[in-house]
């Protein structure tokens, strides 16, 4: 949470609409008690391009040759940084919107959670991502929240969880079939 919070505080309140904490850090910033080694950030390119302006000038990030972030942490290890396209269509995002502010910062929805959870499990088999995804859709539960007014997008990721879910459910992964 440290390094999404230091990265916010630099790219500033007038990026509200550009800049998203996603990932694992958006998880525990909604409260899930879960570790990670990252933390993943989706911007436009105006709020990148102010980051790493500022970010060559504070010696607690370094970038490496391949372009890639991180930050050294107030426990003395590094976190890395990783700029996402929200859309998964490639390059910068236009615009980020659906974010809940928690502790003033822009952070995923838990909804915006639960569909990337779900497509990156169908994407990589990771238990952990079924996990998280059948988490953030409990706690969605407690809090009457649902999956109504979805992109076309987001519905048709929905779709392909629901599919893979089913699958399960019959004995076998629909996605190796």
């Given at each position: 949470m440290e390094v999404a919070k230091e990265v916010w505080a630099m790219v500033g309140e007038e990026h509200r609409d550009n800049f998203v904490v996603v990932?694992?850090?958006?998880?525990?910033l909604h409260g899930y008690?879960?570790?990670?080694?990252?933390?993943?950030?989706?911007?436009?390119?105006?709020?990148?391009h102010?980051?790493?302006t500022l970010a060559k000038l504070d010696p607690r990030f370094s970038q490496n040759i391949?372009?890639?972030?991180?930050?050294?942490?107030?426990r003395g290890f590094?976190?890395?940084i990783d700029f996402l396209d929200k859309t998964g269509e490639g390059g910068c995002l236009h615009k980020c919107s659906d974010y809940s502010l928690i502790d003033g910062m822009p952070v995923a929805t838990l909804v915006d959670l639960a569909i990337a959870k779900g497509g990156a499990w169908?994407?990589?088999?990771?238990?952990?991502?079924?996990?998280?995804?059948?988490c953030t859709v409990k706690t969605?539960?407690?809090?009457?929240?649902?999956?109504?007014g979805l992109s076309e997008a987001k519905r048709?990721?929905?779709?392909?969880?629901?599919?893979?879910?089913e699958g399960m459910r019959g004995g076998g992964v629909a996605s190796g079939n």
């Open positions: 990932g694992d850090v958006a998880f525990l008690p879960i570790f990670t080694n990252d933390t993943d950030l989706a911007t436009t390119a105006d709020s990148l102010k980051f790493e391949f372009g890639e972030w991180s930050f050294e942490s107030r590094r976190v890395n169908i994407d990589r088999q990771n238990e952990k991502d079924l996990y998280g995804f059948k969605m539960t407690e809090e009457m929240l649902n999956f109504k048709e990721t929905l779709g392909d969880i629901m599919i893979e879910l």
